[in-house]
Nanobody, 115 residues
Framework: QVQLVESGGGLVQAGGSLRLSCAAS????????MAWYRQAPGKQRELVAV???????NYADAVKGRFTISRENAKNTVYLQMNSLKPEDTAVYYC?????????WGQGTQVTVSS
């Protein structure tokens, strides 16, 4: 059984920073993808950033240059450093893990950016 536990969300003013963390526990072996998605009210869930075991990462155009995804493989933990936050970044952020053909989701953490 794999579980993802997120932390680090909150309220921040525009231009500020937040760091999200997601720790995975359970049977995780081999190459995997860890990612962050977000879902704003009334919108579909969208990919924010993804990183594979080896460290290669990709980002949505909306966050390039402002967000950085990283991971500690020994801890099965992924991070999302969010800088220069904008009100449009307001959403529930979800951690996502793909491993051995299965997909797992965290419970989500709220990020609110005030103008």
């Amino acid at each position: 059984q794999v579980q993802l536990v997120e932390s680090g969300g909150g309220l921040v003013q525009a231009g500020g920073s937040l760091r999200l963390s997601c720790a995975a526990s359970g049977s995780i072996f081999g190459i995997n993808l860890m990612a962050w998605y977000r879902q704003a009210p009334g919108k579909q869930r969208e990919l924010v950033a993804v990183i594979i075991t080896g460290g290669n990462a990709n980002y949505a155009d909306a966050v390039k240059g402002r967000f950085t995804i990283s991971r500690e493989n020994a801890k099965n933990t992924v991070y999302l450093q969010m800088n220069s936050l904008k009100p449009e970044d307001t959403a529930v952020y979800y951690c996502n893990l793909k491993v051995l053909g299965r997909t797992y989701w965290g419970q989500g953490t709220q990020v609110t950016v005030s103008s």
